[in-house]
């Protein structure tokens, strides 16, 4: 299997072990409103890659992490005058029924950050330790000046780094960071926001260093596969890379950085803060959970995809004839047999092709027009449809289950 890597910028051969097993971790949601058609893609895409990967044989260790110790969420909680735990636990668990409802695997691992704190105040500490961390008036820093690498998965350069930085909540004026640049590992938090007790007083992590903590609890010191939506390139993964391979002295953290599009809407990018969102589970309920996976499945997964309702309907018509070839019944009088050979080698040679899951999703269309072509002229197409059937259960869709 070949995937493309951001760090490297490249596409680099992956092997398939059979005898251990490969971790998958991926950057999970922030729960204070939850579930749109961007994070249902960039999960849907993750758990096509879980179900191949299972699909060749491969034991797969899954960590999706939960981000409930965050700036989006206290300030929702405060608007909406609601503990921030309890609307956290409310929109984690419509979270979880919205993944239930499309039919992902559910990961091995499902932390929340804010169960795993200790580790990383444990994490903190040792980076004070090597030096890559500073103490100043409660506050804790990692000194990106100790990596020569640090943001190189970004391909910028120092101004465009930091401008990036700024977009994504960093402040460039603090006065105790030695470089605007130095990113919060720990810091003393606002009044009527949660605080957690520390060595620096009470405050809480910052949003890197969580990743590192739950990642490396859970998956080890080394990762097979790290993903996350594109806007993550900067500044979040870098940072990951910069504190654990500080930490851990082992290099690669990570061998292969998978990024997704992000999704559109009307010329903007879907985000809960524009506000600009349908949600996965308002698309479940009027058009079914197959249409939105085709759909959401049906460019490649490292380009930003454009939401449009027709885009859907074409979609729920594709299934719908998946479905009917499915369902279809083999002619008694049949005088040969349809072949899906060619069909399942190449859904098998796009996903191992940088996971090409659009391709793999025209494939699977033609064959369920070869079925359909194939009853009309007096074939037994009893074979080809249990290779659709097979196909379709691989790559996650519930229309396999029942036919």
């Not at 910028?9 to 204070?32: H, K, M, Q, S, W």
């Not at 993550?232 to 940072?239: A, G, V």
Request: hydrophobic share 40%; glycine share 6%.
């Amino acid at each position: 299997m070949r995937l493309y890597d951001t760090r490297s910028n490249d596409t680099v051969a992956f092997e398939i072990v059979i005898d251990r097993p490969l971790t998958l971790y991926v950057c999970g949601v922030t729960p204070y409103d939850t579930t749109h058609i961007g994070h249902a893609r960039t999960f849907l895409i993750f758990d096509t890659l879980l179900r191949y990967l299972r699909y060749r044989g491969a034991e797969v260790q899954y960590c999706q992490n939960v981000t409930d110790v965050d700036d989006p969420l206290f300030e929702r909680a405060a608007r909406d005058n609601i503990a921030w735990d309890v609307l956290a636990e409310r929109e984690l668990e419509q979270f979880v029924a919205d993944c239930r409802a499309m039919n992902m695997v559910p990961p091995l691992y499902f932390p929340r950050a804010s169960e795993t704190i200790p580790q990383m105040i444990q994490t903190i500490e040792r980076l004070i330790e090597l030096g890559h961390g500073y103490v100043r008036n409660g506050n804790v820093y990692f000194r990106v000046s100790t990596d020569p690498d640090y943001g190189a998965m970004a391909r910028m350069g120092y101004d465009e780094l930091l401008t990036t930085a700024n977009q994504n909540g960093n402040n460039p004026d603090d006065p105790d960071k030695d470089d605007p640049l130095d990113f919060v590992l720990w810091h003393t938090g606002n009044p009527g926001e949660p605080m957690w007790p520390s060595p620096w007083g009470p405050g809480r992590p910052g949003w890197h260093i969580e990743c590192t903590a739950m990642a490396t609890k859970y998956l080890g010191e080394q990762i097979d596969i790290h993903g996350g939506g594109r806007d993550l390139i900067f500044p979040h993964h870098p940072s990951e890379i910069a504190q654990t391979e500080a930490i851990t002295g082992k290099h690669p953290f990570v061998h292969v950085w998978m990024h997704c599009g992000l999704v559109w809407l009307d010329g903007e990018k879907m985000s809960k803060s524009l506000g600009n969102m349908v949600f996965a589970r308002d698309v479940v309920r009027d058009h079914g959970a197959d249409p939105l996976r085709w759909y959401l499945l049906s460019a490649p997964y490292r380009e930003d995809f454009y939401y449009e309702h027709a885009g859907l309907l074409a979609s729920k018509e594709k299934v719908e004839r998946v479905k009917t070839a499915l369902q279809a019944q083999s002619p008694t009088n049949a005088h040969e047999i349809l072949d899906p050979t060619v069909f399942q080698t190449a859904i098998l040679a796009a996903l191992d092709d940088d996971l090409q899951i659009h391709q793999a999703l025209t494939q699977v269309a033609e064959l369920a027009t070869a079925v359909l072509v194939g009853v009309a002229e007096q074939r037994d197409v009893r074979k080809a449809q249990q290779v659709l059937c097979d196909m379709t259960s691989m790559l996650g869709f519930w229309l396999a289950e029942g036919a």
